[in-house]
Every structure is written in C-alpha cells, then in structure tokens.
C-alpha cells in the first residue's frame, strides 16, 4: 500500500521548533520530489518547501525561508521538515506530498496531515 505518514507536530511557543518526518512505505522516495504544504484555518493549502530529487535544489515559500529547512533521508524513505523560530502565522496542519513521473511510474502521494500549533 502507497503511503506517506507525518508526525512531530504538536503545540509550540513563538520562537520554538519542531521537526516534521514524513515516512514513505509502498514506495521509495529516492525517485520523487518531496515537498511539505501547509493549510491554516479558512486559507488554502500553500507550498512551504520543495527538494528535487537527490536533493539537489530545495525551494522555499518567502514566508518560511532562512527559518525552515527541508531534507531528505533516502536509506530511510523519510523526508523531514526543520522549523526554527517559529511563530503564530505558521499555525496549520502541515501535509507531505511525493510525486514521481517518467521514466517512472507516475505518482502523487499526500499525507494525512500533522498539526502545528504556534501559541503562547
């Protein structure tokens, strides 16, 4: 079964961290580029990182670069997101998506979410 399951979110104070993993089964992540989005209260869903594959490139949202940091541990089929000096508006439940083309099989993969909750 194709999977991808997020965890580490949880509730935290403006200026703390948290790191998101994203474990991938069914599948191997060496061949997908891996992103994290995120979705707060009555906004829409925004892209907040993205690595190609092998990791080469990494792209951020303006919102989160220099503060968030997006790697990937192939051996463990696990992507992870780092997040640093947090604060309030990064409040939202952060999503995982894979998605692989040719030469390969075609996939788009979504998590299931985790919730990060930003508050003093």
């Known amino acids: 079964q194709v999977q991808l399951v997020e965890s580490g979110g949880g509730l935290v104070q403006p200026g703390g961290s948290l790191r998101l993993s994203c474990a991938a089964s069914g599948f191997t992540i060496g061949t997908c580029s891996m992103s994290w989005y995120r979705q707060a209260p009555g906004k829409e869903r925004e892209l907040v990182a993205i690595?190609?594959?092998?990791?080469?490139?990494?792209t951020y949202a303006d919102s989160v670069e220099g503060r968030f940091t997006i790697s990937r541990d192939n051996a463990r089929n696990t992507v992870y997101l780092q997040m640093d000096s947090l604060r309030p508006e990064d409040t939202a439940v952060y999503y995982c998506?894979?998605?692989?083309?040719?030469?390969?099989?075609?996939?788009?993969?979504w998590g299931q979410g985790t919730l990060v909750t930003v508050s003093s």
């Open positions: 998506n894979a998605v692989q083309r040719f030469p390969y099989t075609n996939l788009d993969v």
């Open positions: 690595t190609s594959i092998a990791g080469v490139r990494t």
